[in-house]
């Protein structure tokens, strides 16, 4: 069956970086999209990031532009968010997410493009 497993996320001080990791089976990875989503506490989940499946192509969410940078390794079946200057306001709850559709070429920042999802990871930055 299908499974994510993030991997990564921890308590760190505002300013810091962490490096959130994703393992993905059950497909054939290297054809699909990948995103991560976040929700905070009290909040809906919203889009974090996105990569094509190529890895071609990215996509950010405007609060995480320019401190955060999606990657995946098709030979490795991963996904990692590196994330970079870290505020208080990114503390959430990380999943990631597979595309529903294999060489998805639509809107990636559509939650509803993403049919499957991992157990999330905690990322917490305190100030």
């Known amino acids: 069956q299908v499974q994510l497993v993030e991997s990564g996320g921890g308590l760190v001080q505002a300013g810091g970086s962490l490096r959130l990791s994703c393992a993905a089976s059950?497909?054939?990875?290297?054809?699909?999209?990948m995103g991560w989503f976040r929700q905070a506490p009290g909040k809906e989940r919203g889009f974090v990031a996105a990569i094509s499946w190529g890895g071609g192509r990215t996509y950010y969410a405007d609060s995480v532009k320019g401190r955060f940078t999606i990657s995946r390794d098709n030979a490795k079946n991963m996904v990692y968010l590196q994330m970079n200057s870290l505020k208080p306001e990114d503390t959430a709850v990380y999943y990631c997410?597979?595309?529903?559709?294999?060489?998805?070429?639509?809107?990636?920042?559509?939650?509803?493009?993403?049919?499957?999802w991992g157990q999330g990871t905690q990322v917490t930055v305190s100030s």
């Open positions: 059950g497909r054939p990875f290297s054809i699909y999209g």
């Open positions: 997410a597979f595309q529903k559709s294999p060489y998805y070429s639509g809107d990636y920042y559509d939650e509803r493009q993403y049919d499957y």
